[in-house]
C-alpha cells in the first residue's frame, strides 16, 4: 500500500462509550385492585442523565418512581438501583438506599413548624455526624445554589410556591446524592417559575454530576432539561429517546399527547434543539 493510500484511508469511527446504569425495571408490574398500573415496564436509567417520564396524569408515573426507592413494591418484576435489587428489602436495609436517592415531592413537603435552615438541616441532623458549624455552612451552600442566599430564618408561610419548591430541592441535595427524583416538579407554578425551577434542575444536575428522574406532564419542562424521555402509556412506556426523537415520532399515541399539549409531533413543527441522537 502506498504512502498516499494510507493517508486517504478514513479513520474508524470511536467505539461508543458503555453507558453506566444506575437504576433497571425488569418487567415490573403494579396492581391496584383490578387495575394494572405497570404492565412488565422495562426501562434504564443512565448515570448523568435527566429522564423525564412524560405521560397524562392517572397513568403511574408518580408509581414508577416510587418503586426506585422503595416507596412502592412491585407485585411481580424486580427494580435495580446501584447494581442491587430493592425489591422486598426493609425499611432499615433501604437506608443507605434512600441515602443517595432523594426525591422532590410534588408539594415539597416543607415542615411548616421548621424555618428554611431548620427544613434543609433535617437530613443532615438525621443521618450523620456534622457539627451545627458544619451543618450551617452546609445549608448555606445549598440555599446559594438554588438562588436562595439568606433566607435561613423565614418560615415556609412566607414564601412564594416557587421558593417553596426551591427550598425543597435544597433540602433534597443536602446530603448529596447520586440521583434525585422529581415528582411533578411544575405543578401549581407560573409559566416564570415553572422555566426557572426547569432551569436549576439541569443546571444542577450538571454541577453535581448527578442524575435525574423527573416525572412530569410538562412537555415545555421536559424539552427545557431532558437527554431522554420515557413516554408512559397504558402501563408500559410506549417511547424511550430524545426530545427532538419524540417531537418527529409518527407513533399516534405519542402524536395525540403532544398535539393535546400544544406541540404538533411528528409533522416537521416543533421548535428542538438538535441532540446527540446516540442518547435514544
Not at 408509581?63 to 418484576?77: A, E, S
Not at 427544613?119 to 445554589?145: G, R, S
Request: glycine share 8%; aromatic share 6%.
Amino acid at each position: 500500500m502506498s504512502a498516499t493510500t494510507a493517508a486517504a484511508a478514513p479513520t474508524p469511527p470511536k467505539p461508543e462509550t458503555a453507558r453506566e446504569t444506575v437504576v433497571e425495571f425488569k418487567d415490573v408490574w403494579k396492581r391496584y385492585g383490578t387495575k394494572e398500573i405497570l404492565a412488565g415496564v422495562n426501562l434504564s436509567i443512565w448515570r448523568g442523565e435527566v429522564l423525564c417520564v412524560l405521560g397524562p396524569s392517572g397513568t403511574g408515573k408518580s408509581v414508577t418512581i416510587r418503586h426506585i426507592n422503595g416507596l412502592t413494591q412491585p407485585d411481580d418484576g424486580d427494580v435495580f438501583v446501584f447494581g442491587k435489587s430493592v425489591v422486598g428489602l426493609t425499611e432499615e436495609q433501604l437506608t443507605p438506599v434512600r441515602q443517595r436517592t432523594a426525591m422532590l415531592f410534588q408539594g415539597g413537603a416543607l415542615f411548616d413548624s421548621m424555618n428554611v435552615e431548620q427544613n434543609i438541616a433535617f437530613p443532615v441532623v438525621e443521618h450523620t455526624d456534622k457539627l451545627p458549624e458544619e451543618i450551617t455552612q452546609i445549608v448555606a451552600e445549598k440555599l446559594q445554589m438554588v438562588g436562595l442566599p439568606g433566607i435561613q430564618k423565614k418560615m415556609p408561610s412566607e414564601l412564594s410556591g416557587g421558593m417553596r419548591k426551591r427550598v425543597a430541592l435544597a433540602r433534597s441535595i443536602a446530603l448529596e446524592p447520586e440521583i434525585i427524583l422529581y415528582d411533578e416538579p411544575t405543578t401549581g407554578l407560573d409559566p416564570v417559575s415553572s422555566e426557572k425551577i426547569a432551569q436549576l434542575i439541569k443546571d444542577l444536575n450538571i454541577r453535581l454530576k448527578i442524575t435525574s428522574v423527573v416525572v412530569t406532564h410538562d412537555v415545555v419542562m421536559a424539552r427545557t432539561v431532558a437527554d431522554r424521555v420515557a413516554f408512559l402509556h397504558q402501563g408500559r412506556f410506549q417511547f424511550i429517546g430524545t426530545f427532538s426523537a419524540a417531537a418527529r415520532s409518527t407513533q399516534p399515541i405519542l402524536q395525540d399527547y403532544f398535539r393535546a399539549m400544544g406541540f404538533p409531533c411528528g409533522t416537521g413543527m416543533v421548535p428542538v434543539v438538535r441532540e446527540n441522537e446516540t442518547n435514544g
